[in-house]
């Protein structure tokens, strides 16, 4: 295991040297329009200014239209903001017309609305990872499959899908929101080897903890969800259970520690204005030490590991050894 990491590292250290010293030319972005969705606040709401700011004409989509106002006045009068709720087919037609007034062909999409929702599968309602899903993964499906005779009108353009590094690893107590980013995952991964004759440029950004809204409310969306879960349910359980669970959310390094979202803006920027854009970005410490230390060794030793980190023992259980 040892010597996989160690590979795995030295592999890393030479692939970044690689990069520092032969930096490609970024493309101009005059006249390029760039798409992008989930633009309130966080990182979509970051990439819209940094892409403005760049050059590029931003189409950018809100999904609170009350936000449409604040994101307007720190963007340059060649951008359009607009409504945008990506997992209904009306918004996403609009989408498409306004879109079409403008332009004939796009730089890139930029898949980036999401939402997350922690919660074992136990507790977890069907409606709930329905609605995660919906929007994670089918919302950017459906945007994909609108623009793409937009993006393929011309080559070298690009689609960007704001991933997750728990889309290649996966934690307990993440259960929808790994779900639908696995299936990103695929999804893109399918797309990139479909439209190589097209030369269309898929790329993937698999960030770990991010410093955004989505990772600040742990505690509450676990709370809350625990609050509409049935008395048999939380009875298996237990409130030690939840309470152990908050507590080590809380006080987690990955969460204490979350990445800058500059670092995945980075990414994006990189990935639609370097002429040789990453199939793949791991921005930040947290995704990569995942891939390192925990997607290579055996299924079996991690396991063992999560086991050891997740060491609460539900009140079923425990009145299971008493019996």
Known sequence: MFLLIGLG??????????QHIFNITNINPHNKYVLISGCDTGIGHALAIELDKQGFNVLAGVYLSNNIIS??????SKATIFHLDITKEED??????????KTNTLHALINNAGIITHGYIDWTSLELIRQVMNVNFFGHVAMTKKFLPLLIAKRQSRLVNICSATGFFTFPNICAYSASK????????????????WNLQVSIIEPGAIRTSMNENYADILQNLWN??????????????LNNLINQGINSPFIKYADDPNKVVQAVQHAIMNINPHIRYRPGWQAKLFFIVLYLPPTWLIDKLLAKAFYFIPAGVQNQYLN
């Open 9 to 18: 590292l030295l592999l890393y250290i030479i692939y970044r040297l690689y």
């Open 71 to 76: 994101l307007k006045a720190k963007l340059s």
């Open 92 to 101: 996403i037609n609009i989408t498409f017309e306004l879109v079409q007034k």
């Open 228 to 241: 509409q879960l049935s008395t048999d349910i939380q009875q298996r359980w237990g409130m030690d259970f």
């Open 182 to 197: 696995y299936a990103l995952e695929s999804f893109s991964d399918c797309l990139r080897r479909e439209m190589t004759p």
